[in-house]
């Protein structure tokens, strides 16, 4: 149980084009699904927490232009990295909240390898 | 803020051998702790956690422990094993911040076999 999927793993774009990336949960319902940025060796980095019907909260300094957030239901938000340049290549994660009464665990999904050329 | 910090930063054990993992934060309205595994070029996955009601949970050769009075939280994993290596990371949260998480700086465990 508790499965997240996100697609996809892996992607290559070119400098000023728009790339988006799926969230889903598989198996249960997500009141919020977290975004998050990953750097070689480091610590997860929160962009922005989404929940389902409302507008996502971005963290200090993440450009919500830059990174669109959509949480159209229960099981699935979506990523938009719109004109994307070599500096937004990374690692992007998500993790979802199950939908349940004093929920507070979040499970990852696997992740998806963002490169712009 | 909450600000988690995590020790240490590379750990390598022989196969066997128990390996600890130490966080400390710093908002004791902090109440859940989770511990996530992350393999290379996966996502994290959630391996054991432990809300501030209790001081202690196992789950096989994996124990967490939590001292609620000096702000810190460990990860013991026991007769470690080669699959056991990747980094660790543990997190704080509490509720009125949205159950946002705050996340150590990752912790490397190499088992030597």
């Known amino acids: 149980g508790a499965v997240v999927s996100q697609h996809p793993s892996r992607v290559i774009c070119k400098s000023g084009t728009s790339v988006k990336i799926e969230c889903r949960s598989l198996?249960?319902?997500?009141?919020?699904m977290f975004w998050y940025r990953q750097f070689p060796k480091q610590s997860l980095m929160l962009m922005a927490t989404?929940?389902?019907?409302?507008?996502?909260?971005?963290e200090q300094g993440v450009e919500k232009d830059k990174f669109l957030i959509n949480h159209a239901s229960l099981t699935l938000s979506t990523l938009t990295v719109t004109s994307a340049h070599p500096e937004d290549s990374s690692f992007y994660i998500c993790s979802a909240r199950p939908w349940r009464a004093e929920g507070v665990e979040q499970y990852f999904g696997p992740g998806t390898r963002l490169t712009v050329t | 803020g909450e600000n988690v910090e995590q020790h240490p930063s590379t750990l390598s054990v022989q196969e066997g051998d128990s390996a600890v993992i130490k966080c400390t934060y710093s908002d004791s309205a902090s109440n859940y702790f989770p511990w996530y595994k992350q393999e290379l070029g996966k996502g994290p996955q959630l391996i054991i956690d432990i809300r501030s009601n209790v001081g202690e949970k196992k789950d096989q050769r994996i124990a967490v422990t939590l001292n609620k009075t000096a702000k810190h939280f460990s990860l013991h994993i026991t007769e470690t094993q080669p699959e056991d290596s990747a980094v660790y990371f543990c997190a704080a949260s509490k509720k009125n911040t949205g159950n946002q998480f705050y996340f150590g700086t990752g912790t490397s465990l190499t088992v030597i076999p």
């Open positions: 989404s929940n389902e019907g409302s507008k996502a909260t971005y």
């Open positions: 198996d249960f319902q997500a009141t919020t």
